[in-house]
């Protein structure tokens, strides 16, 4: 046969092999595991500084990309388990039943996004608490939609977090933004295909406070490699202060939260025995290397103007 019949052959057998891995590596992703972001040359044009989080945090924590508009949702229905996970999950349900706990639905990431979509799709599963502990006790790692807040009081010079509770399935006692997971449409008052209106629920429950999701100067996505979570970060809602009396006098069963003056968070994000859920560690720093969002023209942290501080804490690159 002609060589360059037979060079054409083997390429296109190399063509279509790679096809079928990609469609059957497509198959395999879902709620139970979690893919890093390709770098293709859209990747190559993020910030330098999300590069330098990203090596940081790698095993941890994963920023995707800054987005200009939240992520589009969509419904496929309840999550898919075995029989002896579904059997679990029903006897954990029961013990939460008793308690008094809540057996709200959330979302599972469905399947991989298309990451560089405007906006991105986000195809997502239902599944209540039960479930998804029933699926990290059969070691799986469900990609849980959240989002997290960065809030700040520009005029006092305070940054809003949370200290998350002694019981706390994941990180408990560490230092992280305010936020909480997206709870899905199959309940009335949910969060009505919105993750937005995740993190306006979420800070209200957590701190007291009301605020317009609307006012975001930036928004984030990322991944927690560690334990899943899929998160929607808006970054830099400011609040006034004389909201500060909305905020909530006593800690709620998830933690508290904790008012950080910007001349101290120097020390909480150098000291070694300071706590931080590293995701949540991530958030603030971003905020930092984006010029502190919602604060005025010339904000310091102690001596540090914002980028100076992020370059102190990760490091000048």
């Known amino acids: 046969m002609d060589p360059i019949i037979i060079a054409a052959l083997i390429g296109a057998f190399g063509a279509i092999t790679a096809a079928v891995i990609t469609i059957v590596a497509r198959g395999r992703q879902g709620t139970g595991s979690i893919t890093p972001i390709k770098r293709n040359s859209k990747t190559k044009e993020r910030s330098e500084w999300i590069n330098r989080l990203n090596d940081r945090y790698r095993g941890h924590a994963e920023i995707v990309r800054l987005v200009e508009s939240e992520p589009k949702l969509v419904n496929r229905g309840w999550v898919k388990l075995t029989p002896r996970q579904s059997q679990k999950a029903d006897q954990i349900r029961e013990g939460y ?3 008094g706990w809540s057996t709200d639905p959330y979302g599972l990431l469905d399947e991989e996004p298309q990451w560089h979509d405007n906006p991105v799709l986000l195809h997502y599963r239902m599944a209540d608490q039960a479930q998804i502990v029933a699926l990290r006790k059969a070691r799986k790692k469900p990609r849980v939609l959240s989002t997290s807040v960065v809030l700040c009081f520009p005029e006092s010079q305070e940054l809003l977090l949370h200290r998350r509770n002694r019981g706390s399935a ?12 997206y709870l899905s449409q ?7 295909k919105s993750l937005t209106r995740t993190g306006v629920r979420e800070v209200r429950e957590e701190t007291g406070l009301f605020i ?17 979570f899929v998160q929607f970060v808006m970054i830099g809602i400011a609040v006034g202060s004389d909201q500060k009396r909305e905020l909530l006098e006593t800690s709620i069963w998830e933690g508290k939260y904790v008012l950080v003056p910007f ?12 706590k931080w859920v590293p ?13 502190a969002p919602g ?5 310091k942290f102690g001596t540090y103007a914002p980028e100076e501080l992020f370059d102190r804490i990760v490091g000048s690159g």
Do not use: F, R
């Not at 199959?186 to 009505?192: F, P, Q, T, V």
């Not at 001349?263 to 300071?274: A, D, R, Y």
């Not at 604060?295 to 904000?299: E, I």
């Open 279 to 291: 995701s949540g560690k991530m958030h603030v720093l971003s905020w930092l290397a984006l010029g």
């Open 170 to 181: 994941t990180y408990a006692e560490h230092l992280h933004t305010v936020g909480g997971s």
């Open 186 to 192: 199959a309940k009335k008052g949910c969060d009505e």
């Open 263 to 274: 001349s101290e968070l120097p020390g909480k994000l150098i000291s070694e025995s300071e």
């Open 212 to 228: 317009a999701g609307k006012n975001c100067p930036k928004k984030m996505l990322c991944q927690e490699t560690a334990t899943g």
């Open 295 to 299: 604060c005025s023209a010339g904000v």
């Open 97 to 99: 039943i008793e308690e």
